[in-house]
């Protein structure tokens, strides 16, 4: 087990109030400007309602010039936001990077010590992974989203067709569409986007070895799995949602691990007790954690593996 005390304090962790350090700064000045966004973002797509009603009448009534104009006018501005959306994991995948940057750098001996030391971009890191787990819960229970934007696609090919001026095109070109139809395609798309972009950041770093990478991540998942499942740090959270938190970065750091070493966090070598980790996310209240264990079961690359221990699937079998 990692030397967790440094991290955690007497209670709760210190991580949780971390102030950068000066040799912090720079990279967490700029990562902050792009969290700062990130609560915004969730209210956008919580209050996200959808044109169900509009597309469904201008479908049923084609020749009803009045129900299209009304369809595509609750279009256009709901696909301005969904490319809020898109464009905000591109700057979040950016803000991943140089996080990585800075907490696999050869300037501490080990994970821990980067831990320790930098604690503001360690939570910085949880809050990103945090943001994309919630991101992509909403995104999941909203079928209206990829409704509202394949009806626009669908719409913005008709009026090419018959050389219709279409005032929404200026806000999404097709290149753009086919990348955003592609983020939005995907089951988990902000998990997505960050899974590839450490899996990214890995081979463009070809001369940092590859533990410096998972050591931190198998670190993070040990330090949430401890503070859940131990009474003594359990009982100092200030609130239920301090335990989501923690929930939601233990599962994010285990898929990004699982995608980034090279056999995954399911295998014996793998430096993750994921037996333990299935078991705190399991002796949570019911219904609280469906989709983390869904995005355990559906948006890992190993699980299924051969090599992968029986008991690990059958606690993970729905």
Aim: net charge negative; glycine share 4%; hydrophobic share 35%.
């Amino acid at each position: 087990r990692p030397r967790l005390s440094p991290i955690l304090g007497k209670g709760c962790p210190r991580i949780s109030h971390a102030q950068p350090t000066d040799a912090e700064r720079e990279v967490w000045e700029e990562v902050d400007v792009v969290l700062k966004d990130a609560a915004a973002i969730l209210d956008e797509l919580q209050a996200y309602k959808g044109a169900g009603r509009e597309i469904r009448e201008a479908i049923q009534n084609p020749s009803d010039e009045g129900l299209q104009d009304e369809a595509w006018a609750a279009v256009v501005p709901l696909v301005g936001r969904l490319k809020k959306f898109y464009e905000f994991s591109q700057r979040l995948e950016a803000a991943l990077h140089r996080l990585l940057r800075a907490l696999t750098s050869e300037s501490y001996n080990d994970p821990m010590q980067h831990l320790e030391r930098e604690q503001a971009l360690a939570k910085q890191f949880a809050e990103i992974l945090h943001f994309t787990l919630r991101f992509d819960e909403l995104k999941m229970t909203n079928p209206a989203i990829q409704n509202d934007f394949s009806y626009y696609r669908r719409t913005l090919n008709r009026m090419r067709i018959n050389n219709v001026p279409a005032e929404g095109e200026n806000e999404v070109n097709n290149e753009l569409a086919n990348r955003i139809s592609l983020f939005y395609a995907d089951a988990t798309p902000m998990l997505k986007t960050l899974s590839d972009g450490t899996t990214k950041f890995v081979s463009e770093n070809k001369n940092l070895p590859i533990e410096n990478t998972t050591d931190v991540l198998s670190t993070m998942a040990s330090v949430c799995k401890v503070m859940l499942e131990n009474p003594d740090y359990r009982c100092r959270f200030s609130s239920e949602e301090t335990v989501s938190f923690c929930l939601r970065v233990m599962v994010g750091v285990i898929i990004l691990y699982d995608y980034v070493h090279p056999v995954g966090a399911f295998s014996k070598s793998s430096k993750i007790d994921m037996k333990g980790c299935i078991k705190v996310l399991k002796d949570q209240p019911p219904n609280t954690v469906d989709g983390l264990l869904n995005a355990l079961r559906y948006t890992t690359k190993h699980l299924n593996d051969e090599s992968t221990n029986k008991t690990i699937k059958a606690m993970l079998q729905p």
